[in-house]
């Protein structure tokens, strides 16, 4: 048996440890808001030296602009690019609609392209609104039960339940991949491996241990296990 101070102190980390998801969840839902990440409808890849246009997007600004597959990138404006990451970091650097000019080798003959830089799609970002509130709900809901409720069999498996969804479906990474996203890149990661796993052995075990797993103990690492899959 826990001891009050143990219990206690078991509630109070719980807790903590949700207000600082939650916290973390709110600013980033902010910078899901807030960030557009340009780009010029080009996947430049490095090769030798040179920085050719692999791919185009048949409706992306490059392409409307002119440019085409296997043109070799020299130059935007007045900087010199020689790696896929120089056009990142000037597209970073750039605004909504600004005109980059692109200068590329086509065939041995230099040729000049001016095109206005776009953000990319940001997808159904009402869907994600949707999955953040809801953990964010049970994330409130699964610290509450746990608090209230502490010491009863189950509840911390709950709390636990909660929290991975909250990981898996309430945090999402931006792209832009500076610190921040990364942490959050991360998060989702852990979220999404440990949930399935944590749901489907919370379902096999609550309200009462299912008798096939109290004769097959080897059930519950099992499903650890292909979670990792």
Known sequence: MLG??????????????????????????????????????????????QVIAKRLDPGGPAAKAGLRKGDVLVAIGDTAVSAPTDVREILDRSGEGQALTYQVIRVDERSAFVLSIAPLPRGNVGLYYFLAVVGTFSLIVGSVVYARRRGVAGTAHFYFLCLFWFLAYGISFTGKLNIWDSAFYWMDRVGLFFFPPIFLHFALAFPERKAFVDKRRWVFPLLYLLGRH
Do not use: M, Y
């Not at 709110?26 to 960030?35: T, V």
């Open 4 to 49: 009050p101070g143990t219990r206690s102190f078991k509630v109070a980390l719980a807790l903590a440890t949700t207000g600082i998801l939650l916290t973390l969840g709110a600013h980033n839902i902010a910078l899901k808001a807030s960030f557009r990440l340009l780009d010029d409808g080009v996947f430049w890849e490095g090769r030798q030296g």
